[in-house]
T-cell receptor, first 113, second 113 residues
């Protein structure tokens, strides 16, 4: 049974470019979470969806960040334009609502030059 | 405002001894607590959890203790093994959050042979 799938695994881009991170949650899970991990701030929640609807985006750092979940099996996190301070590891996780155990993907390591 | 805190950035123990990782929280609405383990270049994986109606939960070598009055939880690993070397994250959620987790900063555990 496949776990959470994220792509790409690594992304190197230049400042000002658009970056799109992709996530496929575990089939049957109805909650999806995007996290960012940095040395300074640890693991912080950016946004989460329940049944494809954004529930809380208060963790999104600024308007340059946007996330969508067009269907139950796909989500994107977009940064436009990207900046060097966006460099981090971005994780997607999925779960089954109130069942708090979340299953994480392997992460996308983003480097903005 | 960090609602979940892991005040020890790192912990080093000898193989076979006990590892104790600590976590404090400030939000009295949190009613479910989890520990995740993370290896380099992988996403966090669920380890053990505890509901606020309990004060202890045990799973093999891992035991989580919850002290609600002190808003403190701890993870005990007995006996510690070199394969336990990883980053350990404490996380918490409240009943109205659709499974949203608030994570601590993490503690790097190193178990020496």
């Amino acid at each position: 049974d496949a776990g959470v799938i994220q792509s790409p695994r690594h992304e190197v881009t230049e400042m000002g470019q658009e970056v799109t991170l992709r996530c496929k949650p575990i089939s049957g899970h109805n909650s999806l979470f995007w996290y960012r991990q940095t040395m300074m701030r640890g693991l912080e929640l950016l946004i989460y969806f329940n049944n494809n609807v954004p529930i809380d985006d208060s963790g999104m750092p600024e308007d340059r960040f946007s996330a969508k979940m067009p269907n139950a099996s796909f989500s994107t996190l977009k940064i436009q334009p990207s900046e060097p301070r966006d460099s981090a590891v971005y994780f997607c996780a999925s779960g089954q609502g109130r069942e708090e155990t979340q299953y994480f993907g392997p992460g996308t390591r983003l480097l903005v030059l | 405002d960090q609602q979940v805190k892991q005040n020890s950035p790192s912990l080093s123990v000898q193989e076979g001894r006990i590892s104790i990782l600590n976590c404090d929280y400030t939000n009295s609405m949190f009613d479910y607590f989890l520990w995740y383990k993370k290896y380099p270049a992988e996403g966090p994986t669920f380890l053990i959890s505890i509901s606020s109606i309990k004060d202890k939960n045990e799973d093999g070598r891992f035991t989580v203790f919850l002290n609600k009055s002190a808003k403190h939880l701890s993870l005990h690993i007995v006996p510690s093994q070199p394969g336990d070397s990883a980053v350990y994250f404490c996380a918490a959620s409240s009943g109205t959050s659709y499974g949203k987790l608030t994570f601590g900063q993490g503690t790097i555990l190193t178990v020496h042979p």
